[in-house]
């Protein structure tokens, strides 16, 4: 019989009480195993971080990533994690960026505890259970990869997109049998990766519709204390405003160590180089996003930064 690996890292799926607070793992998993299929071989763990994935890190997913290797060295090919769901889908991506075809993994989660208020017996209304068992079928069953597995939706993890606070329909994404094919390999986590990415600092920047001036003094006071990465959402296709000032602090920040990436704040679609955007794209040498999502997004930026250490690195081998 395959043996799956179920690690608990916190979120809803958890929480007590009026209002909502984490039970302590060691309390929560017990409650958890009374519910588990008694058909199947799971084993339970804690990871190695739990808290509410609001507060979740980059460091927090590569301590995951490190654990389910160290598993995987004890024959666990197959692994569903619970985790928060505001940060679901970038916990999904990163994984789905490192770990790509080489295990079998779920990630879930709930719009509502598994427990009731004292945390006594299972919620008269949850989706908590329905998403679990969901997952755990879904793990034995699936192709080798990374999935977010929520309200009977089985998404390539990559595309995960959380589409409503509360509804329990809450994700979107490509589907298990629609045509994708991610372009990656797994990348082995070592003690070295997790320490650096404590300090991994990746900043997005909403285009509003400001001056060009206005927008290039912003930079400026980007400028003077630099991320590793700057995501510019555009409009549209990528579209934005530029002058030759803007491109030219865009260059700077390249200069100084910090990759810039010219991204979309629309949901669907993607970048459309055919509009004039591609002249002073290609002018200021910036990278042009070409992730599934804009948490797929934040997980290449990761895997570069953990890869590469300068931005002209990052610009030889975005295409990689």
């Known amino acids: 019989m ?19 607070s984490p039970m302590p793992a060691e309390q ?19 990871a190695a971080v739990i808290r509410d994935s609001s507060a979740c890190t980059a460091n927090d997913w590569l301590q995951l990533l490190d654990q389910i290797q160290q598993l995987q060295l004890q024959q666990y090919q197959h692994f569903v994690i619970i985790h928060g769901t505001d940060t679901l889908s970038y916990a999904s991506a990163v ?27 299972s919620r008269e209304f949850t ?35 959380k589409m409503h606070t509360t509804a329990l329909n809450a994700f979107s994404g490509t589907k298990i049998d629609e045509a994708f ?25 909403m285009m509003q519709p400001i001056a060009p001036e206005l927008l290039h003094s912003n930079l400026q ?37 910090c990759a810039v990436i010219l991204s979309t704040q629309v949901t669907f679609g993607g970048i459309d180089q055919r509009y004039a955007v591609s002249q002073w794209v290609a002018d200021a040498k910036i990278l042009v996003s070409n992730g599934h999502s804009h948490a797929d997004l934040y997980a290449k930026a990761l895997k570069m930064y953990l890869q590469y250490d300068s931005a002209e690195q990052w610009l030889l081998h975005w295409q990689d």
């Open 2 to 20: 395959k043996k799956i690996a179920l690690i608990y890292m916190g979120g809803t799926f958890g929480c007590i009480g009026e209002p909502l």
């Open 28 to 46: 929560f998993i017990p409650q958890l195993k009374h519910i588990l299929p008694v058909h199947l071989h799971i084993d339970c763990f804690r």
């Open 95 to 121: 994984l789905s960026r490192f770990i790509a075809q080489s295990a079998h993994v779920a990630l879930t989660g709930s719009q509502y505890p598994l427990l009731n208020t004292q945390g006594t017996d």
């Open 127 to 161: 989706d908590a259970i329905d998403n679990l068992n969901f997952a755990l079928d879904a793990v034995l069953s699936a192709p080798a990869g990374v999935y977010l597995a929520f309200h009977h939706q089985l998404i390539h993890a990559s595309t995960a997109l």
């Open 181 to 205: 094919q991610p372009d990656w390999t797994a990348f082995t986590i070592n003690e070295r990766h997790i320490e650096k990415a404590k300090q991994f600092n990746c900043m997005s920047l």
């Open 221 to 257: 006071a980007i400028a003077s204390h630099p991320p590793h990465v700057l995501i510019l959402q555009g409009f549209g296709t990528g579209n934005i405003s530029v002058n030759p000032e803007i491109i030219s602090i865009l260059q700077d920040l390249q200069q100084i160590g």
